[in-house]
């Protein structure tokens, strides 16, 4: 009921949802084009773009990015390994970012408290934005235990969360290069808005030298004030509201603060990399029967109005897509191809309702069954 | 998730509804006599130019429940000729769910006379609406037999189909747009007037009619109209909280399904014992697990209406337009 006391108190957020919708929707029309400008408004920031076509490409690239990424200290720029933070990111895991940075001997954290627990407990996310709800007190407490021997499973909320900041402090100072996400990437800036409440992405979008951001090319809308927009509402219909922080990156740290003159970097990263990822949302965004799905926002509102995620949770989708409940069944679609999860949706309804976005879910999974029962 | 079970599964039951559909206008292997021998004792009339449409949804959802349940069991063979001749004598509701159904669907056709509609019915000849096809995202198939089924209405000179059920309603109006279903429909709550009903109850919402034809709050001034009052909980019956039974799951996770049932009934006597249900599949899928009652068993004709004097009317969707059809009631010639 979060979401509808916020709602109550804030009710410009309706206002801002509605408007959205039919900003994005506009975007969905000719998205390709608006990629394009964004790309182009990173680039004139002194940032670099790219457009991955698939996951594998993406995760190419932001491996390449890291690996020549400039290093902090001594030994590690004569050929050492790169120290990654990462900001809670759905297409990070889509791609499959984290494990395959691992994989390449680079050392990589997550730094958003649930994924940091996720990744503990080598897991998978059971919600877009709560990723570890399913997990207890005493469980995160004996997972914390492995990188702070003072804590374990009778440790207190507040001694959990105080030990992963000590420990992620560190890794903050020692990071080279901070891969986050985005709300929403404004064509007309090629600015990336991300909305956040602990200050992870704060420290993870500063403290490195190198800023990679990795996102879905449907997060583009027009201007910087519906990317801000975007994250208002996000944050309002996750139940967070109002949100502690909002970050605008646009492009490297620069100043003029010496005889007027603009030189880059200043305090924070020296250089910007958006990689915007296809993975078949290109294709989604000219299908008229699933098109309207691009406007999710990812607050996870429809997972908690869905009977069928109720009960399976992470089992409904598993761990092939980080996308769940009904927006994730046709997100999974999208991205992997895969329309079996949509049979168990049993048309509740709840989804469309508690959607911001007004997104019709039922009629779309109806026809990603189709598309299933196709494939027979 | 078992994603072979889930392809095994939509391989069967595509194969066994579309043919059963297909040559015998229903589902699967059903006693047609039985299903439609509650008319018998009121004489409804056969056929007419006005129909009261069950499509088998009171009489069979125990069936189709059942068939959902034995179909792992079955496997392949259910489509073969030998198990769905069996099928039509092994799987059949009980007495006591065929007295609750015929006891339904007489008050139905009771309440719909009361308010001055004369309708008849097609008794064993009643083709099923295909509904099972829409839930499982079988679209062309659907398409298909709907262009059959309206063909079968037309074939008869139907005018008027006045629907029972939510699955039914929800699957006309989706031909309707498909394939040009034109056949006027209406759902009976767009026809009944003066009804009387009393007591205090939980309104588990019809996810297909409240939320997906739009009608919740309609649906609610209907009920309040009769006298009965509803206990709300916006947890609990809210137009985006409310919740589903399972019943749309049977055929393919019946476990899922009725975990689903018991999460949803545990849920709605938290608020009120008594449930109040609108839809065949809900009955079926939460009267084991609370004490229910469908609408139309607690709802009554105030008073038999003089011909020619029914309140034909309009009920709003929430939406704000008219009732799918926008069809004011028939009025008998007085």
């Known amino acids: ?376 | 998730m078992d994603e072979d079970k889930i392809k095994d599964r939509v391989r069967l039951i595509r194969s066994l509804v579309t043919r059963n559909l297909m040559r015998d206008y229903v589902p699967f292997p059903m006693d047609r006599k039985l299903a439609s021998s509650w008319a018998l004792p009121l004489d409804v009339p056969r056929g007419g130019d006005t129909l009261i449409y069950t499509s088998y949804m009171y009489q069979m959802s125990s069936v189709f429940k059942s068939y959902g349940r034995l179909l792992p069991k079955i496997g392949s063979l259910a489509s073969s000729s030998l198990v769905q001749g069996l099928g039509a004598r092994v799987i059949k509701p009980s007495d006591e769910e065929m007295k609750r159904a015929s006891s339904i669907l007489s008050n139905a056709y009771s309440l719909i006379r009361a308010s001055g509609v004369e309708a008849g019915y097609l008794y064993e000849e009643e083709p099923y609406s295909g509904a099972l096809l829409l839930e499982m995202g079988f679209l062309d198939e659907l398409k298909d037999y709907g262009k059959k089924l309206l063909s079968f209405f037309r074939d008869r000179g139907t005018k008027r189909l006045i629907v029972l059920d939510p699955h039914t309603l929800f699957t006309l109006t989706y031909l309707k747009r498909e394939v040009g279903f034109d056949v006027p429909f209406q759902h009976y709550v767009d026809v009944v007037r003066g009804a009387k009903g009393e007591g205090n109850f939980v309104l588990h919402d019809s996810c297909v009619f409240s939320r997906l034809l739009d009608r919740y709050s309609s649906l609610r001034d209907f009920i309040r109209q009769t006298g009965i009052s509803l206990s709300e909980d916006e947890l609990v019956t809210g137009r985006a909280t409310g919740s589903c039974c399972g019943g749309p799951l049977a055929s393919l996770d019946y476990e899922l399904s009725e975990d689903m049932a018991k999460q949803r009934a545990e849920e709605l006597k938290r608020v009120n014992p008594r449930v109040l249900v609108m839809c065949p599949i809900c009955l079926s899928q939460l009267s084991p697990y609370a004490d229910v009652r469908d609408l139309l068993e607690v709802i009554r004709r105030e008073r038999k209406l003089e011909v020619g004097h029914s309140q034909g009317g309009r009920l709003k969707r929430d939406g704000g337009g008219e009732d799918p059809e926008g069809i004011p009631v028939r009025r008998r010639a007085g």
């Not at chain 1, 206002?15 to 680039?43: F, P, Q």
């Not at chain 1, 773009?49 to 490409?57: I, P, R, V």
């Not at chain 1, 290109?282 to 309207?292: F, G, H, P, Q, T």
């Open chain 1, 1 to 376: 009921m979060a979401v509808e006391r916020i709602l109550k108190e804030y009710p410009y957020v309706v206002e801002l949802a509605e408007r959205l919708r039919e900003t994005k929707l506009k975007v969905i029309g000719d998205l390709e084009a608006y990629v394009e400008r964004a790309m182009k408004s990173v680039e004139r920031n002194g940032g670099h773009a790219y457009l991955a076509k698939t996951k594998d490409e993406a995760r190419k690239i932001v491996t390449d990015v890291v690996r020549e990424a400039p290093a902090k200290e001594e030994g590690k720029r004569k050929g050492g390994k790169r120290t990654v933070v990462l900001a809670k990111s759905n297409v990070a895991y889509e791609i499959g970012l984290r494990e395959g940075l691992i994989k390449q001997g680079f050392e990589a954290w997550e730094t958003d408290l649930g994924e940091f627990l996720v990744q503990l407990r080598k897991g998978w996310p059971v919600h877009l934005v709560l990723p570890s709800l399913d997990l207890t007190r005493e469980e995160a407490g004996r997972l914390v235990h492995g990188i702070d021997k003072n804590v374990n499973e009778d440790s207190s909320i507040e001694q959990i969360v105080a030990a992963v900041r000590g420990f992620l402090f560190e890794k903050y100072l020692a990071a080279d290069v901070g891969i986050t996400g985005a709300n929403a990437v404004s064509a007309d800036t090629g600015s990336v808005v991300l909305v956040e409440n602990e200050g992870n992405i704060r420290m993870d979008t500063v403290m490195p030298r190198t800023h990679v951001v990795v996102t879905g090319v449907e997060k583009v809308v027009p201007t910087l004030r519906d990317a801000l927009d975007e994250a208002i509402v996000q944050s309002a219909y996750a139940g967070l509201y109002p949100p502690t922080y909002i970050n605008v990156t646009t492009g490297p740290s620069s100043t003029a603060d010496i005889e007027s003159h603009r030189v880059s970097p200043a305090t924070g990263p020296r250089d910007f990399h958006l990689v915007f990822l296809d993975d078949g949302r290109i294709a989604a965004s000219k299908d008229e029967n699933v098109r309207e799905a691009l406007l999710c926002i990812k607050c996870g509102r429809c997972y908690f109005a869905c009977p069928v995620y109720r009960e399976l949770g992470r089992e409904w989708v598993g761990t092939g897509s980080p996308y769940n409940g009904p927006t994730g069944v046709v997100w999974n679609y999208i991205t992997n191809g895969d329309p079996w999860p949509a049979f168990l949706c049993a048309h509740s309804g709840g989804c469309k309702e508690a959607c911001p976005m007004k997104i019709d879910l039922p009629t779309i999974i109806r026809y990603v069954k189709s598309a299933g029962e196709k494939k027979l």
